[in-house]
Structures are given as C-alpha cells and as structure tokens.
C-alpha cells in the first residue's frame, strides 16, 4: 500500500512539475521537441510493422498459390 502512495504522490509530482516547466518558452520548446521524437518514434514503429505485416502476406499468399499449382497438376 506504501508503494502505491509514493507511486501516485510521484505522478502528481510529475505533472505539477511539467505544469510549471510548460510555463515558460523554453519549456514549450522542450516539450514541443520531445512530441516530436515520440511522434517520429511512433511512426516509425507503425511503419515497420506494416512493412513487415505486407512481407508476411505476400509470402503467404506466393505459399498459397504454389500450392494451388501443385494441385492442378
């Protein structure tokens, strides 16, 4: 039960602490660059997965059809 008190007090800390940082310019900046990095991170994960989900089908379906070829031999 302590953890989870010292686990919330530290969350609140956090978002009281990035309220006062956001304050100022600087603060803005610094947020509007770390949005920017997990907007690219995020792309690029969601990209990668799909590069791979295509190469995956692709592969099943070439599977497939060689095994349509087989019986229609």
């Given at each position: ?43 690029a994960f969601s990209s990668g997965y799909e590069a791979a989900e295509r190469e995956q ?17």
């Amino acid at each position: 039960m302590r953890k989870l008190v010292l686990f919330v007090f530290g969350v609140a800390t956090g978002f009281v602490a990035a309220h006062f940082v956001n304050q100022n310019p600087s603060g803005r900046r610094f947020f509007e660059r770390l949005n920017r990095g997990i907007t690219e991170l995020s792309t690029a994960f969601s990209s990668g997965y799909e590069a791979a989900e295509r190469e995956q089908f692709d592969e099943d379906l070439e599977r497939t059809l060689r095994g349509l070829d087989r019986k229609d031999s």
